[in-house]
């Protein structure tokens, strides 16, 4: 027989996830536009977006620059981006022989060049390798695009006025990260409009 206690548990996960993405959407729209301004001036100048997280953002990290490489809904040429979470010998390597808290920050200022973007993902805002990999893109001149929750943590005082925080109004790691995900696409499909113009949404 159906447990209608555990169906109820379910269903309330969908409505909390939904609730949030209703009410974050008004506060995150500005913020998001000028990530996705960010991100036009970086590749038609020709750079590239780093990117950057652990855990779930790490996945995160990989799956926008898949859609980056790759394509999100639309055909169009291949956009630069690289996953710095991806690279199993470097980060290794880093970790032994730095410590884990560097493990982006070399990455950073190995690859990246005046103009390119850095997407620095934490729920918390405060992962110290992210942190890390903040203050090695602003030595390299590079715009930082943030997202995290729960007020931002020490993400918040350590991006520049040029930079974009996209911090979702909440403080449970999953809601976050659901959100997250949909800032993500959000950039994709509003970058591929500014790039090949306006098509009606895919059902």
Not at 4 to 21: E, G, R, V, W, Y
Not at 43 to 67: I, M, P, R, W, Y
Not at 145 to 163: C, N, P, T
Request: charged residues 15%; contains cysteine; hydrophobic residues 40%.
């Amino acid at each position: 027989m159906p447990d209608q206690n555990i169906q109820q548990h379910i269903q309330q996960q969908f409505t909390d996830s939904a609730d949030l993405k209703y009410h974050a959407a008004p506060l995150l729209c500005q913020p998001i536009e000028q990530a996705v301004q960010a991100l036009l001036t970086c590749l038609t100048a020709g750079g590239k977006v780093l990117a950057c997280g652990n855990g779930g953002s790490a996945a995160d990290a990989q799956h926008f620059a898949a859609e980056f490489v790759g394509r999100f809904e639309r055909e169009r040429p291949e956009l630069a981006a690289l996953s710095l979470s991806t690279d199993t010998s470097v980060i290794t390597a880093l970790a032994n022989d730095y410590g884990f808290d560097l493990v982006f920050s070399r990455q950073v200022r190995a690859l990246g060049q005046i103009g390119d973007v850095l997407l620095a993902i934490s729920t918390s805002g405060n992962s110290a390798n992210v942190l890390a990999a903040i203050d090695a893109a602003h030595e390299r001149d590079m715009v930082v695009i943030g997202l995290s929750g729960r007020g931002g943590g020490k993400m918040a005082q350590a991006l520049y006025g040029g930079d974009v925080h996209i911090c979702v109004p909440h403080d449970r790691t999953a809601r976050i990260q659901e959100v997250h995900l949909l800032v993500l696409h959000c950039l994709c499909d509003t970058l591929d409009r500014q790039l090949l113009g306006y098509q009606e949404s895919l059902s």
